[in-house]
């Protein structure tokens, strides 16, 4: 079990499971898929007009993550990833029927930006093309969203995800199954105006391929070329003469259409409006499929995690730059905030991913001052919340954002947020290595100890160093008024 990974992609038309094998070949890392599992379960239509999703797709959607669950019960939860795209992004019930979900999975499941859906997609795709120096543009419709990535090599340099997918215009504009040319042009615009929003900085960077990945891209390719409407892939022709063969039958027929998968039939109509008016819009003439997907660039990226390559480093290195945090200053806090950290929980091991939330967060803690100092604690809560972080997802976010609003001030606000003990303990370190790095030099050993059992803390603190350092002494007895208004005593002893 040790050289295989596991990813989970919980798409708004499909639920898909992939199990890959890590090998070493050349110095390079290659994933080759050993195991797979597709559920069709057209989650996006069970969104209302309020965007609450519906208890019967709740529940078509919790059985298939059972079997997932299954499959899956050998697994270390280090080993195995699950992102849950658009319409866990948009639907306003996902509280609710998250804890459900992930209980049927057996693993946490995450809930990713738009953004990051395609940074991982890009990932998967390049992962399954030859090493060249070409421009890739490439195109995932999906059944709630669509990701428009243009890269180079394993690097994405434009990305984008538009609300738009196969499954939601297919409900929106040929409902009943019904396709006229009024309905297909009503579609066709509604796309390109999505679209033409980024269409200005994608055909200035240019491309030279131009990639279709997931499902709508690979059942037009199968229709166009079986079907004798294309002998080059997707192509503008051929994708005028699938629309010209729809109009006239009124419907998708399947049995005329060679290529065709039943399950994919409901939603074909959404996604060729869509792809159509990207070779309208963007300028494209051809289009090849791709093999690799959202699925493989998870599985892509647990593996660069495992060696240490974790893009949540890179893309925290490069916040720290981009709001100009002083990095003397957030190692100071890392330090203190660790080693409290390793001293509450000695068997880390266990507890890696808290451990790294606490790292980044002192790392960033201080982001918000580029803003302003004035509030800067609630600037940075608010920066980590909303921005595009590549490898986090909403989850790993929201808990930046957490830990970086309580990290000084009022400990009351965090009280609606937290969720469990151990947040609190975490909130705890930050405080603690803020407050003894106020003066923004280096501690060469720390001059306090914390323990906790329970909801008691207890900090033994070197009291000729607090003799010397008036300002701290004041504020860690305040601490211990702010810990008492959560639920915990906080208990300060002078040794």
Not at 269 to 293: C, N, Q, R
Not at 417 to 438: E, F, G, N, P, S
Request: glycine share 8%; with cysteine; hydrophobic share 40%.
């Amino acid at each position: 079990m040790e050289h295989l990974l596991a990813a989970v992609d919980l798409g708004s038309n499909s639920f898909r499971l992939s199990i890959g094998r890590v090998a070493e070949q050349n110095g390079a890392k290659h994933i080759y898929q050993i195991d797979r599992m597709k559920e069709t379960v057209r989650l996006a239509a069970g969104l209302d007009a309020a965007k609450m999703l519906n208890e019967e797709s709740i529940s078509r959607c919790v059985e298939v993550l059972k079997l997932f669950g299954d499959r899956l019960r050998s697994f270390h939860p280090d080993r195995v990833r699950a992102v849950a795209t658009n319409t866990f992004r948009v639907a306003r019930n996902v509280a609710d029927f998250l804890p459900r979900a992930e209980e049927a999975l057996g693993f946490p499941i995450e809930v990713i930006a738009g953004r990051e859906e395609a940074r991982l997609i890009y990932a998967g795709v390049s992962h399954t093309l030859p090493i060249n120096a070409e421009k890739r543009l490439v195109i995932d419709i999906g059944g709630g969203s669509t990701e428009v990535i243009i890269g180079k090599g394993d690097d994405p340099i434009l990305l984008s995800s538009l609300y738009m997918g196969c499954v939601s215009y297919s409900r929106q504009f040929f409902p009943n199954g019904v396709i006229d040319a009024q309905s297909m042009k009503m579609a066709e615009v509604a796309a390109r105006r999505e679209i033409e929003v980024i269409t200005k900085p994608y055909r200035k960077q240019g491309w030279d391929t131009a990639i279709g990945s997931s499902g709508t891209a690979k059942a037009l390719y199968a229709i166009l070329t079986e079907g004798g409407l294309s002998k080059d892939g997707i192509t503008r022709e051929g994708l005028e003469r699938l629309k010209t063969k729809l109009i006239r039958a009124g419907k998708v027929v399947p049995h005329d259409l060679p290529g065709i998968k039943l399950e994919r039939a409901d939603v074909l109509t959404g996604g060729l409006a869509i792809m159509s008016a990207f070779f309208d819009e963007m300028g494209v003439d051809v289009m090849k499929p791709g093999d690799g997907a959202l699925r493989l660039g998870v599985l892509v990226d647990l593996a660069g995690r495992e060696e240490e390559h974790d893009r949540r480093d890179e893309s925290v290195k490069a916040f720290m730059k981009r709001y100009h945090v002083d990095p003397r200053q957030a190692l100071r806090v890392k330090k203190c905030a660790l080693s409290l950290y390793d001293s509450i929980y000695p068997d880390k091991k266990a507890l890696d991913e808290m451990r790294h939330a606490l790292s980044w967060a002192a790392d960033l803690h201080e982001v918000g001052m580029s803003i302003a100092l004035n509030g800067y604690h609630k600037h940075s809560a608010y920066i980590l919340n909303n921005a595009d972080m590549p490898g986090f997802s909403r989850v790993d976010q929201s808990q930046l954002g957490l830990l970086t609003l309580v990290h000084t001030g009022k400990l009351g606000k965090a009280q609606a947020l937290v969720k469990t003990r151990d947040q609190w303990l975490l909130i705890l370190c930050l405080r603690l290595a803020v407050l003894l790095c106020r003066r923004r030099v280096d501690i060469a050993k720390l001059p306090l100890t914390v323990a906790v059992k329970g909801n008691s803390i207890v900090t033994r603190v070197d009291k000729k160093w607090l003799a010397t350092h008036p300002l701290t002494d004041f504020s860690l007895h305040n601490e211990e008024s702010e810990w008492s208004k959560v639920g915990f005593d906080f208990e300060l002893i002078p040794v």
